[in-house]
């Protein structure tokens, strides 16, 4: 570049300009300093930060909205008119043939004459004048390295505003003058760093900075406030126990990927006669397996048996692990029978990879005896049918309902339908099982709602009455369905318990500090808890929040059938 022979060519224009922000919508430019953390430059992606110097340009599809630049990536283009009659400047109104500066990404950019730019960025800037100074070049600019070097450095000149010398090209002056502050009353007379010099300090500068944030962030997270919870111990077995357990896996592929034991390991450590799972967003094919998986499954068994080689309880991931099928071929049919389980299966008709129950019951016979009919569906909505949402298993002393009620959605869209449809069906079911067994009724599973203060960590926040599971008429529903003659089994044996929660959310990383709701439960009839009924009898109910793979927890419920 230049220097020795620069002359400016800057004029002023012959007509008052109007301000930028009055020509048109889509005209930059605001030059402010930022309020929050939370914009990034559209240019480089870098991010904004508090009380940072930003420009913005106004965003066309929001009104008020604008798109953030850092002020050494406002420009996108620095071009000469393509017409020999020139342009007229959207803000001066003169034409123009010399160069133009286009501000701004994608189609809505605009296109001023450099004078009225460099103004409009030196009237607009707050204050701190040093803050919008020019501070760096425009190499990435389009345009700019095809400028002849006198030419560039007027350009310069203009964006920059007095006190700009081509020697500070690409440095950071504002950096280096809070640096340099309190060295001595003569620096100022000092030459300038070079760019190398500067490059390096920058580097060593946000490094620094890098460091600092992440030893806060860390710091941050280490006192980080956990919700206190109640302690609980599981009661002793009962004499005659039946215990189920209920689990939202929240997808069962995905949870069978990351955690291929687990729940064979909650059965062992349960001892469970009955295993009900939610949300597998299983299709037929994932159960049943396709042909080519089951013919590499027989072909991997017939050579493993050849070989003598000694297969495993889960088929499906020892057979993946040394023989190359996988039980995503295979299918999920009786991938517990290995251990004594047999499985039934309500599948999504109507979405696929959406909602979806399974039920696994034990083979041998427990106190309680083996289960007299599975029934999948007809509960008389076509939700429960056609979503896959409920599985009904009759034992001679009571009946279990598994139910992965339906989530009044993000913006409460189906809430009107999960209250006043859904939640009425599934009261009119349980109570014709009872009549017309004359028998309790269970029912469990995910239900979507955080009934009482006790059962969400942030109870009371302004948010939460707008919030899926927690708005009132959820909760008012609920309180409905258990005065019919029910009862939610943990709140009956722990009222008091603070803290135990079957839900977190992992987005927001809420479960290592215990900030949950409780959605998950075991309803049973009130028959099961008054003092002197006959029958099954209502024994613990506990949340297993030490296992995971899922978002949500296991339930356990444990019932005495003695007097069955």
Known sequence: MSDTEYTPLVTSPTKPAKPLADVAPALPLCFDLA??????????????????????????QYKGSYSWYLPQHSVSAIKQPKTKNGLKCKACGEKFTEDLVVVGKGGKSSTVCRQCFARELREQRPDDMELFYFRGDYDNVEGFKELEAGRRTELLFCLAGEGWEP????????????????E??????N??????????????????????EKKEKKEKVAVQCITAKTPLTPLPLPAAPFTCVSFNVAGLRAFYKKEPSALRDLLERTKADMLTIQEHKLQEVHIEGTREGKKKAESGKKKAEEEEVELGADLGADLGADLGADILDVGFRGFLKEVGYSDTWAVSSAKKGYSGVAVFLKDSAGPAGLPLSVTVGSMGTPCADDE??????????????????????QNLERLAYRTDEWDKVLLRHVRSLEEETGKPVVWCGDLNVAHMAKDCYNFGAPHLPKQAGLTER??????????????????????DHEGHYSYWSMRAGNRDTNKGLR?????????????????????DSYMLDDVRGSDHAPVVLVLDVQGS
């Open 35 to 60: 309020t929050s953390a939370r914009s990034s430059c559209k240019s480089s992606g870098l991010k904004i930060e508090k009380g940072a110097p930003r420009v913005g340009v106004p965003n066309p």
């Open 167 to 182: 020697s500070m090209l690409g440095k950071r002056k504002a950096e280096d003058e809070d640096e340099g502050e309190g």
């Open 184 to 189: 001595g009353e003569d620096e100022g007379d």
């Open 191 to 212: 030459a300038p760093a070079s760019p190398p010099k500067a490059k390096k300090e920058k580097k060593e500068k946000k490094e620094k900075k890098e460091k600092k």
């Open 388 to 409: 896959g949402r409920a599985i009904t298993v009759r034992y001679a002393a009571f009946s279990v309902l598994t139910t992965y009620v339906p989530n009044s959605g």
């Open 474 to 495: 959820e909760r008012n529903s609920f309180s409905e369905q258990l005065q019919a003659g029910y009862v939610d089994a943990f709140r009956h044996l722990y009222p």
């Open 519 to 539: 959605l998950d439960y075991f309803v049973c009839s009130e028959a099961m808890v008054k003092e002197g009924g006959g029958g099954a009898r209502l024994h």
